[in-house]
DNA sequence: CATTTCACCTGGTGGC
DNA sequence: TGCCACCAGGTGAAAT
């Protein structure tokens, strides 16, 4: 489900409501994928710990935990593809493949739904480890300079190149068809042969397009909702995304679906060169 | 090393 | 209606 602007509607969501509440009781399914941290440690970093502020981190939707107002461990969560947060009352319906359910002071519920289990749930403990950092770079502040070093000498299609989590965070496969679309460049096109000019017109789209998912709390193209269960409005806005076959906003040409690193690839073949 | 492919899961859709 | 193939917002391990 989320990429971005999804991922950052969410953390938003979660830190207006749960900044400042505190978690009293941790309750966790029996499905053993979502855990990348052993299910103890996270009970142990979690329960009787205030929540001090929730970020995004690339994809990654960062908790962090503490006492007194020092940061004693992070709980970071990914959503992989059908990733859920949400903020409930209690007494609210269990949905199918709930896997976390976070009590709180407040009378408040945080949480964890994952029908496919990509996602994945894990605790850091600061007074052993660091605190979480993205492996690649922030897309919405990245530089013109920093950008065109990120793309240099690579041997790959700009799309996948786009996908690669360790170049920059955050970029997911709508979001790269979408950026692509908009700064007129064919997907298979090699990221490192790209003229510094169409990589400026690139960075420019990519970050047009992510500042104004964010605004419209991100694309609801099945199911994705934020932590209040609403859907996003960005769907609405996609020229390429989900519209194989379809005429293209721009010229009226069909648009095509190509597999590329191994996802749905979507562009105008007219306007993207 | 850099790059590509595929397995990991459930559920929805569309063809026969 | 049932069955099956294929597809879906992601990513890491294995292969190349």
Redesign the pocket.
Known sequence: ???LP?VETIARGVDERLRGDRVVEVWFGGHT?PFATAPAKQVEGLEGREILGVRRV???IVCTLGEGGKPRAEWIV?????GRLLVTTPEGPVA??THARLTLVSGREMRFVD????G?LALRDLSQEAGFVA?GAEPLTITADDFLRVFR?????IK??L???TLL?G????Y?DESLFRAGIRPRRM??RLKRAELERLREALQLVLRKAIELG???????VDADGVK?FF?LEHRV??RTGEACLVCGEPIR?I??????THYCPVCQR
């Open positions: 489900m989320p990429e999804e994928e690339g994809k990654h990914h959503l992989g593809m059908t199918a493949h029908p496919r289990r990509f994945r492996a000498g690579r041997k790959l299609a996948a190149a996908l690669n989590q965070s970029v997911g496969n709508i790269a990221a490192g991100g694309s609801s193209v099945s199911d994705y996003g769907q995304y989900m679906r597999a590329l690193a191994g996802r749905g």
